[in-house]
């Protein structure tokens, strides 16, 4: 990535140091080119030459172009200082998520640590950091498991924390068990419940539950009792309906974060087409969103039963 960055890097002290700026994504900490021999002179008539750029305080980038993720992340690590790892949502993002972005790269130092703090970067102390939290290879940042329930305990929201988790577990990174038992090394935290709930949910053995949940709060608000596990034959064959009321056509299928995978979708759509064939009216409430958005759920529940009621009074 870095040849042809300048020819007057030569010898071996610049040759380790190329290398090693290249396995970090064209960054390096001033300590990193001290120890390999660099003078610090030599390292300010760089940046004043206009051939490299100041990143931070204690980094500095081998180019003038732009610094690519890879080396946006291992700047942040090294401004944290020898122990620091990228932490939550940016240790997901360096090992692999998709489909989520963050406004600035989160480093994790222990409590004590000297840090040099940058508006660049987020960096902060914390208890929570253990020797086994990090990942093996590439940039230093915590197992998938340990940053998932970190990142879903700093998410700006319930729901922003609900989507992360889903995400891992929706995107192979770690399964529901995993992230479960790291959840249980927190003994404190207003969103402990929650995500609890949330994996839960995601282990896809709790679907009884969910009815459970959903036959309390449909009685709390005064409507009729439904039928559960309902058996129906289709062209397919056999499958149960959740919750069923047959007098007035109203299905209710509980869904857990399963039903989104996609071994699962036709098979889902083809049993909810065949109900709308028969003239049922054919409601998804996913675990998740009861999480979330419960009274909108319970909301259009009521509305089906209401007109349903009306349409058969007719």
Known sequence: MLSGVTTLLTGPRWRRALALAD????????????????????????????????????????????????GMQWAAVLQG???????????????GLQRYDVDRIRVSVPKGARVRRTERFDIRETRRLRRTDRAPGGVPRTRVPVAAVRAALWAKSDRQATYLLTLVVQQG????????????????????????????????????LGELDLMRELRRRGLPAPAQQVVRRGRDGRYYLDLYWPDLGVVVEVDGIHHTWVENVVGDALRQN???????????????????????????IEQALTDAAARRAA
């Open 274 to 300: 065949s109900l709308a064939l028969e003239r049922d009216v054919v409601l998804r409430v996913p675990l998740l969103g009861l999480r979330l958005q419960p009274d909108e759920f319970y909301a259009q």
């Open 173 to 208: 990174m770690a399964r529901p068990e995993q992230i479960g038992h790291e959840l249980l090394t927190v003994r404190r935290h207003k969103r402990r419940q929650l995500l609890a709930a949330v994996v839960n949910d995601l282990l896809g053995g709790v679907r009884s």
């Open 23 to 70: 396995e970090q994504g064209g960054v390096l900490a001033r300590k990193q080119l001290y120890a390999l021999g660099v003078t610090r002179s030599e390292v300010t008539a760089h940046l004043r030459a206009r051939r490299w750029q100041r990143v931070t305080d204690q980094v500095v980038a081998v180019h003038t172009g732009p610094l690519p993720e890879l």
């Open 81 to 95: 200082g020898p122990r620091a790892m990228l932490d939550g949502a940016s240790s997901l993002l360096a090992s």
